[in-house]
C-alpha cells in the first residue's frame, strides 16, 4: 500500500543554518504530496504542497519539489529560525482519497 | 472562526470505561476523519466520513466506534478503554473531491490507566 518514510529526528539546528528533512513515498500513480507542521500543543496545519512531479511548494520560506524520479519530496529552508522549531509530517493523498502521514521529524532550533 | 473543534482537551480513563470524544467543523466539510498520534509512528487513520450517515474504516478502527448524524459533527467512541488506547487524537476535516486542505482540531490527550 502507499507509504511515507521520513528521517528520524530529532533534528537540533542552530539559527540560520541550513534545514533539509528527507522525504520518500511510495504508492500507485503519482499522489499529490505535502508537509504539514505541528507547533508545540496545537493540530497540525498545512505549511505547503504539490499536486506534480517537478512542482515546487512554498510557504514561510520552506520549499519542497516533486521529484518523480527518486520518489522524493525533501523540506528545505535556507536560514531556520527558533521560531521554526516543531515536528513535520511529510504527507501524500492516496488513490483511496485518504492523507497518509509519515512518522514525523521534531526540529529544534538554538539561538 | 471556530474551525475544528475538540472536546476535551485532556482525559484520563480507568481501564474498561468508556468515553466520547466530540469533533466539530463549522466548515460545512462533507470529509471527516479522526487520527491517533504516537511517538515514532505519525498519524494512523482510525475512521473517516465522507458525509452524514457514511462512515469507514481507517487503519486502526479496532475499540472505537464512529457516527456521522449531522454534516457539522463527528463524535469518536472507546466502548471499553485499554492502555494501548493512550495516544494523543486528532480530528479533521476537509472538502470532499480534489486535492484539498485538510484542517485539524487541537488533540485530544487520553491516558487509559
Known amino acids: 500500500g502507499d507509504s511515507v518514510t521520513q528521517m528520524e529526528g530529532p533534528v537540533t539546528l542552530s539559527e540560520e543554518a541550513f534545514l533539509t528533512i528527507n522525504c520518500t513515498y511510495t504508492?500507485?500513480?503519482?499522489?499529490?504530496l505535502f508537509w504539514y507542521v505541528q507547533y508545540p500543543g496545537e493540530g497540525l496545519q498545512l505549511l505547503l504542497k504539490?499536486?506534480?512531479?517537478?512542482d515546487k511548494g512554498s510557504n514561510k520560506g520552506f520549499e519542497a519539489t516533486y521529484r518523480k524520479e527518486t520518489t522524493s519530496f525533501h523540506l528545505e529552508k535556507g536560514s531556520v529560525q527558533v521560531s521554526d522549531s516543531a515536528v513535520y509530517f511529510c504527507?501524500?493523498?492516496?488513490?483511496?482519497?485518504?492523507?497518509?502521514f509519515g512518522s514525523g521529524t521534531r526540529l529544534s532550533i538554538r539561538p | 472562526n471556530a474551525g475544528v473543534t475538540q472536546t476535551p482537551k485532556f482525559q484520563v480513563l480507568k481501564t474498561g470505561q468508556s468515553m466520547t470524544l466530540q469533533c466539530a467543523q463549522d466548515m460545512n466539510h462533507e470529509y471527516m476523519s479522526w487520527y491517533r498520534q504516537d511517538p515514532g509512528m505519525g498519524l494512523r487513520l482510525i475512521h473517516y466520513?465522507?458525509?452524514?450517515?457514511?462512515?469507514d474504516q481507517g487503519e486502526v478502527p479496532n475499540g472505537y466506534n464512529v457516527s456521522r448524524s449531522t454534516t457539522e459533527d463527528f463524535p469518536l467512541r472507546l466502548l471499553s478503554a485499554a492502555p494501548s488506547q493512550t495516544s494523543v487524537y486528532f480530528c479533521a476535516s476537509r472538502t470532499q473531491g480534489g486535492v484539498t486542505e485538510a484542517f485539524f482540531g487541537q488533540g485530544t490527550r487520553l491516558t487509559v490507566v
Open positions: 504508492a500507485t500513480g503519482y499522489p499529490s
Open positions: 504539490a499536486t506534480k512531479a517537478d
Open positions: 466520513s465522507v458525509g452524514a450517515g457514511i462512515t
Open positions: 504527507a501524500l493523498y492516496s488513490s483511496a482519497s485518504k492523507i497518509i
